[in-house]
């Protein structure tokens, strides 16, 4: 939470320039940042990548379902299933399929962007 919370802070900042004490950032600033959340945060944050979503969803699965004593193969079926349901497909052996399929749409997209 920390990266969100420093860039959306001096978003609004450098923005609307309100009233922040300066405790507040600098407590932000040498807050101490995991090599996890780092990762996390710029999977978030990319432009124009290609299943940016799916890492993170991916480790907050993983996180969760080792929590609960699950097996990475049981998160990772899990995982597969919301996507499943969020893309309304109906068998979850189409998902790997449909990625395939959005990955080359959005690459389409990309390339007739830079033409």
Known sequence: MTL???HALQFLQDLLQ???PSSVMGALAVAPV????KL???HRVRYARMFTHIPVNWRRFYRL???RG????AALLELIELI???WDL???WQVPCRLVFKGVERLIHLVRGMV
């Open 84 to 86: 499943r349901m969020e």
């Open 90 to 92: 109906p068998a979850r």
């Open 65 to 67: 379902l080792r929590s």
């Open 4 to 6: 969100p919370v420093r």
């Open 70 to 73: 699950h097996s990475r193969r």
């Open 34 to 37: 995991s090599a996890r959340e």
């Open 40 to 42: 996390e945060y710029r």
């Open 18 to 20: 309100p009233d922040l």
